[in-house]
């Protein structure tokens, strides 16, 4: 059972000025016991933000994951103040988790280390920003993942909901998000991959041009601006990982270790408020060298660009089994 979203990157401040979550991270339907990496980067978010001046706004968060973080620790994170101006506030943010070896010793393993900015806002000399690469209809009209599948149930598409075995993540995500699947996009037409082969309108294009949508809001409102910036750090990690995947008509169990190595998060204005509905759009960029580059930008209700995520992650072949070649698929 997930606690709520707002307990989920709770800190508490120590004696010696560093931080500790208030609860052990969620894993979101990682059948492993780690914890959901946007988890992780929500409570560093968190615990940055509370040293920041308050008239200060989150603009940069670039940084790297080290190592996972389990569900079964609390995390401790460590904020350091690298620069304050009267305009400008850094700080560099390491968290660490009391891990337990295999021979049962204690280990402090360092799970992420990132830079956060922070900056007053200015008046601006230009105001612009850039449109999704196609029209996606509102959320209202859009289906839920759940309504996707049953569309391909009643259509002979599929024989049983991938759901079931492999979806667990977007079953523990919608605890907290209220997400709608764009229909227009990749994802939408082949269930975010879990169908495999399944055609779309974009197979034509290079991988580098098909792009996914969705439209997502808290279920939970949350009226601190701290609280709202943890919360868009942990809702713009969810799925980019698998952005490469999925537009190439691929699912985790077609591949090896595919997880995040490093991230830029940027913030166009000053809160970005996701108790209302934001359009987000994903599309990978490179892939190569046992890596893949993706990127997420999200809109507001008004068509603003708001935010942008972008990840590189590993990506292994799968191992072969029984003397079987791996069944991953080239990029295509």
């Known amino acids: 059972m997930h606690p709520p ?31 959901f990496g946007g988890s992780t980067l929500a409570v560093a978010v968190r615990a940055a933000y509370a040293t920041a001046p308050p008239d200060f706004s989150l603009y940069s968060v670039l940084g790297h994951f080290h190592g996972p973080a389990h569900t079964n620790a609390k995390l401790y994170v460590k904020v350091h103040h690298t620069r304050d101006t009267r305009t400008f506030a850094t700080r560099r943010v390491v968290v660490t988790q009391q891990q337990t070896r295999s021979n049962g010793s204690q280990m402090e393993r360092q799970c992420l280390e990132l830079m956060a900015d922070f900056h007053v806002a200015e008046p601006s000399v230009l105001t612009y920003s850039a449109r999704p690469t196609i029209a996606y209809k509102g959320p209202e009209q859009q289906p839920t993942l759940q309504d996707l599948v ?30 709608r699947t764009c229909a227009e996009g990749m994802s939408g037409q082949n269930m975010l991959g879990l169908i495999g082969p399944q055609p779309t309108d974009q197979d034509a294009l290079h991988v580098t041009e098909r792009v996914s949508g969705d439209w997502s809001r808290l279920r939970v409102p949350l009226d601190d601006r701290q609280d709202k910036a ?6 713009m990690d969810a799925g980019l990982t698998m952005t490469a995947l999925t537009h190439n008509h691929l699912w985790f169990h077609d591949v090896g270790p595919s997880v995040t190595t490093d991230f830029a998060l940027r913030l166009f204005v000053p809160e970005v408020d996701l108790n209302h509905w934001h359009l987000r759009e994903r599309k990978t960029v490179a892939g190569g060298a046992g890596r893949t580059y993706s990127e997420a930008r999200l809109w507001d209700e008004k068509g603003t660009l708001v935010a942008s995520m972008t990840q590189q992650c590993i990506l292994k072949p799968k191992k072969p089994s029984s003397g079987q070649p791996s069944s991953a698929k080239p990029s295509l």
């Open 5 to 35: 979203l707002k307990e989920q990157f709770a800190v508490e401040k120590l004696a010696d000025g560093s931080f500790v979550s208030a609860v052990f991270p969620g894993n979101f339907g990682n059948i492993q016991s780690i914890a």
């Open 150 to 179: 049953d569309k391909a149930l009643a259509a002979g598409k599929i024989k049983s909901s991938p759901l079931d075995k492999t979806g667990a993540m977007y079953v523990g995500l919608g605890i907290h998000l209220d997400s």
């Open 230 to 235: 943890a919360a868009l750090a942990f809702m």
